[in-house]
Structure formats: C-alpha cells, structure tokens
C-alpha cells in the first residue's frame, strides 16, 4: 500500500505573528516549485507547520487554501475549557484554524514534565476533539546506548495509546519516531538506525489496530536535512518528516519537502 508521505515543520518558541505569516506565505508560494517534476499530488503528500499558538491565526490565511498544506499546533491540553490556566484545548486549536498537532514532543516530556499518563490524555482529547495526532516517540541516548531503545519506545506506544481502538487511530493517528539525541544536535540517525525502529513501530501498529495500523504514516525526525531527507526516506517505512531547525527558513524545509516528494512514485 502507498501511505501519505508528511513533511511536518515545528518551529517551537520561534516566530512572531508577522515573521510567522511571512514564512507561511513563502512556504506556500514557493510549494508548487518544490513539487515540480515530481508525480506528488494532493493524495500522496501533506506538508505542515508547526507555529507557536500566539501565531497559529497568523499563518491560517496562507496554508487554508492549499489542500496540501496544513496547519498545526505544537501541543495540546487535555480539556477544552475550564480552570487550566495556561492551556490551550483542542477546541482552542481548531478555532484557530489548526487540523493537527503535536503529541508528547521530547521537549515537552523533559522540559515540561509531560509524563506518560498526560500523553495519553493529551492525545485522546486531541482525537476527540477532530485533530489529528502526531505522537512523538523515542529514546535518549544513554537508553540506545543500554539496548533497550525498542522496548522504550514500545513502552511509549503502549503508554500513550493505551484503550484506542482502531476506529479512534484510523486516519487521525501520525507517529513520529524522533531519538532525542538526534534533536537539534546534527546527528541524525542513520538510515539502517532509523528503518529498524520505523519496522517495529510499524509491527506494534499492525498487532494492535490491524490494518488501520498498517496504514498509519510513521515519520523520523531528528537533525533532518535536504542532504540526509533522501536516503532516509528511502530505507524503508520511512513516510516522512517532522523538522526543527531545518523548517525556520522556508528554503531549507521546502529542499526537504522536494527530496521527500521526489520519493512519490519510486
Ligand atoms: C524536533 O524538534 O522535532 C526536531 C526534529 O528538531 P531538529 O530537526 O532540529 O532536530
């Protein structure tokens, strides 16, 4: 089966409002270029930013008339309204005009003490609330190092999604496996690195949602560039990109975008 290739931009705590705006619209003047003598169409491939909240209603006007293009939020709280000074809620998100956002990012695990439980719950509000979830996963570097990288992300995987049904995952549901000491360090993982934990990932996926887990994309993030985008998304159950660094300047995350779309057909 050919499964939608994503090439998502997290711009975490960077971008006002205006420069914001600037790099959506570049981003989506400069996307046809991208694509072009490529075979990607709408169907195959879906590129998205990630802004700050504060900026999310400045960027809409230029990603909302593209099909292709999609917007996201950076996080998501567990409840869509009440006493929870500070959050913004699924509801929140999508009024904003976002359809997605970001799960259980390493740096909000480790910076923002976002455990396992709040995932879970994070996740099944972003679900219900219509979102599509990109669940991030994946393991520092001491724990790659003691072997045990796949039964962490496993733990992560059982974790976050523990009580969904295949009917909750099906379509709405992205993984992203993102080794924490590949993130914002430059060393991304290789290739070999990266396809044996998008194999297991994908065999957790399958076991537990069936079919639908078979069809769910599963992205690699951590140091990607337009110079390493083309072997990794060559090796093998690899469907794209979630990009830090790489996506704060439209250029170096559309390079991207065109290595993963010149995969389309392949
Ligand atoms: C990220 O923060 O999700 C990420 C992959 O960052 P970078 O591309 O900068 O490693």
């Known amino acids: 089966m050919t499964r939608t290739l994503w090439v998502l931009g997290n711009w975490k705590q960077n971008h006002l409002p205006e420069a914001a705006a600037a790099c959506a619209r570049q981003i989506a003047d400069d996307l046809p270029d991208a694509l072009r003598g490529t075979s990607a169409t709408v169907g195959d491939i879906r590129v998205g930013?990630?802004?700050?909240?504060?900026?999310?209603?400045?960027?809409?006007?230029?990603?909302?008339?593209?099909?292709?293009?999609?917007?996201?939020?950076?996080?998501?709280?567990?409840q869509d309204a009440g006493a929870f000074t500070g959050e913004v809620g699924p509801n929140m998100i999508a009024a904003a005009g976002a359809e997605a956002a970001i799960i259980g990012h390493s740096e909000r695990r480790a910076l923002f003490g976002d455990t396992d439980?709040?995932?879970?719950a994070k996740l099944r509000a972003a679900l219900a609330g219509g979102l599509t979830a990109v669940l991030c996963v994946g393991e520092a570097l001491e724990?790659?190092?003691?072997?045990?990288?796949?039964?962490?992300?496993?733990?992560?995987l059982d974790a976050a999604l523990a009580g969904l049904g295949p009917e909750a995952a099906n379509a709405r549901l992205v993984v992203a496996y993102e080794p924490v000491?590949?993130?914002?360090t430059g060393h991304t993982a290789t290739p070999e690195q990266a396809a044996a934990m998008h194999r297991r990932?994908?065999?957790?996926?399958?076991?537990?949602?069936?079919?639908?887990?078979?069809d769910r994309s599963i992205l690699y993030g951590g140091s990607v560039k337009a110079d390493n985008a083309q072997a990794l998304v060559a090796a093998g159950d690899i469907d794209g990109f979630l990009v830090g660094g790489a996506?704060?300047?439209?250029?170096?995350?559309?390079?991207?975008?065109?290595?993963?779309?010149a995969h389309v057909g392949t």
């Not at 990630?50 to 709280?77: E, I, K, N």
């Not at 439980?117 to 879970?120: C, G, N």
């Not at 990932?201 to 078979?214: D, V």
């Open 117 to 120: 439980r709040l995932v879970q």
């Open 49 to 78: 930013i990630a802004p700050p909240y504060l900026s999310l209603a400045a960027t809409r006007p230029f990603v909302r008339p593209h099909a292709m293009l999609w917007l996201l939020a950076q996080d998501c709280g567990a």
């Open 181 to 184: 000491w590949a993130i914002g």
């Open 247 to 261: 996506s704060l300047e439209p250029a170096s995350f559309l390079a991207i975008v065109a290595r993963a779309a």
């Open 201 to 214: 990932i994908r065999a957790w996926l399958t076991e537990r949602f069936g079919s639908a887990g078979t």
């Open 143 to 156: 724990v790659r190092q003691a072997g045990a990288h796949e039964a962490h992300v496993v733990a992560q």
